[in-house]
């Protein structure tokens, strides 16, 4: 019930498409839903972040869905360039006792090719 | 750069020898976290602090690891007797809560190799 499933595991788009990476959750507590962008030998960097109380967040070139009823969410990156490609993670948390503790999807590979 | 410190970036080691990894937070964020991550995988929670409180631990975090916050400040995470299962990202967070909600800072993380 902790896990997040992310799709796909890589993914391959042309510069100035649309890359859209998907995951589901299964525990209703989790409050807080982030995506992160990590690129080779960096650690994880916050992209955008979105509460269940909205079911969609824009920030430039990046929205997030949200979809509570079927405990999903995803990412679109509009306008994809090739300095996007790194690998994306979503995560979900809820807080315990002040923390929030992230539970991470398993990844996607992005490739913008130019 | 995201104000999280981590020390070393590379470490190889032999197998059954001991590591320490610090994590520097950023200075006003009470609470820090370790994560492990494996290749093509994504982090892993192994614990959190609050202040200098190690509030919880994964089940992750076999006998053989020890984290400490001495003073809320600095943290250090320790393996003992290492072995080649241990080979990972060790990734160090640390969050503040804000009228918007909350962002963890990650650090650009320890690779440990051990051979």
């Known amino acids: 019930q902790q896990q997040v499933k992310q799709s796909p595991q890589s993914l391959i788009v042309q510069k100035g498409g649309i890359s859209i990476i998907n995951c589901a959750y299964e525990?209703?507590?989790?409050?807080?839903f982030p995506w992160y962008q990590q690129f080779p030998g960096k650690g994880p960097a916050l992209l955008i972040a979105i509460r269940p109380d909205v079911s969609e967040k824009k920030e430039g070139r990046f929205t997030i869905s949200f979809n509570k009823s079927a405990k999903q969410f995803s990412l679109h990156i509009m306008d994809s360039q090739p300095g996007d490609s790194a690998t994306y993670f979503c995560a979900a948390s809820m807080r315990v006792q002040g923390a929030q503790k992230l539970v991470f999807g398993q990844g996607t590979r992005l490739t913008i090719n130019p | 750069d995201t104000g999280v410190s981590q020390d070393p970036r590379h470490k190889i080691t032999k197998r059954g020898q001991n590591v320490t990894f610090r994590c520097d937070p950023i200075s006003e964020h009470n609470r820090l976290y370790w994560y492990r991550q494996t290749l093509g995988q994504g982090p892993e929670f192994l614990t959190y602090f609050q202040n200098e409180a190690q509030l919880e631990k994964s089940r992750l975090l076999s006998d053989r690891f020890s984290a400490e916050r001495p003073k809320g400040s600095f943290s250090t995470l320790e393996i003992q007797r290492t072995e080649q299962g241990d080979s990972a990202m060790y990734l160090c967070a640390t969050d503040e809560t804000g009228t918007g909600g909350t962002e963890a800072f990650f650090g650009q993380g320890t690779r440990l190799t051990v051979v």
């Open positions: 525990n209703t507590a989790f409050d807080y």
